[in-house]
T-cell receptor, first 114, second 113 residues
């Protein structure tokens, strides 16, 4: 079945450092890909998405490019801030018999130090 | 819109007791999902509904878990009897047909002692 694998955390960075969180996926169809973010004590929020190969999703300085050849959707940000500390989830959404079902990776916790 | 509303925010109970978690999806959303989040297993999809009908419950761990959606604005997830290994954060999420973005509630932190 469909699955998402992302790098284990926690990831600890200093403010203004470059961020990469790796994500790869397995899917039988042609899924859409997402990054969700979870701030402490809250539910997940959509950060960005890409719906087809070579699409780049971007939001709040974060970017990810849908790479079909490597089945990857790595999250990047050029300069992180303390406020980016959160848990980041890679996810895919694929069409099944009952409509779209979203499958999440295990999440990667990011700590950004001032 | 108030967003997806879950209650209670926190639940502490003793092993063997019945636990009921509640969710109100966003008005107009016809899909509702229940997820469980643990350190060991991450975010797992338990069950989802479309137009109040359960579509896929393959993620429900065992018969102790049951979920219902009696109408478009309310769903429950029940655990009976509860066990310590059920301790987790349970999230409800909803979306509309044709849209892939999920809207999550704030979750219920369940502790079974």
């Amino acid at each position: 079945g469909d699955s998402v694998t992302q790098m284990e955390g926690p990831v600890t960075l200093s403010e203004e450092a470059f961020l990469t969180i790796n994500c790869t996926y397995t899917a039988t169809g042609y899924p859409s890909l997402f990054w969700y973010v979870q701030y402490p004590g809250e539910g997940l929020q959509l950060l960005l998405k890409a719906t087809k190969a070579d699409d780049k999703g971007s939001n709040k300085g974060f970017e990810a490019t849908y790479r079909k050849e490597t089945t990857s959707f790595h999250l990047e940000k050029g300069s992180v801030q303390v406020s980016d500390s959160a848990v980041y989830f890679c996810a895919l959404s694929d069409q099944g018999a009952g409509g779209f079902k979203t499958i999440f990776g295990a999440g990667t916790r990011l700590f950004v130090k001032a | 819109d108030a967003g997806v509303i879950q209650s209670p925010r926190h639940e502490v109970t003793e092993m063997g007791q019945e636990v009921t978690l509640r969710c109100k999806p966003i008005s107009g959303h016809d899909y509702l999902f229940w997820y469980r989040q643990t350190m060991m297993r991450g975010l797992e999809l338990l069950i989802y509904f479309n137009n109040n009908v359960p579509i896929d419950d393959s993620g429900m761990p065992e018969d102790r878990f049951s979920a219902k959606m009696p109408n478009a604005s309310f769903s429950t997830l029940k655990i009976q009897p509860s066990e310590p290994r059920d301790s987790a954060v349970y999230f409800c999420a909803s979306r509309k047909t044709g849209e892939e973005k999920l809207f999550f509630g704030s979750g219920t932190q369940l502790s079974v002692l």
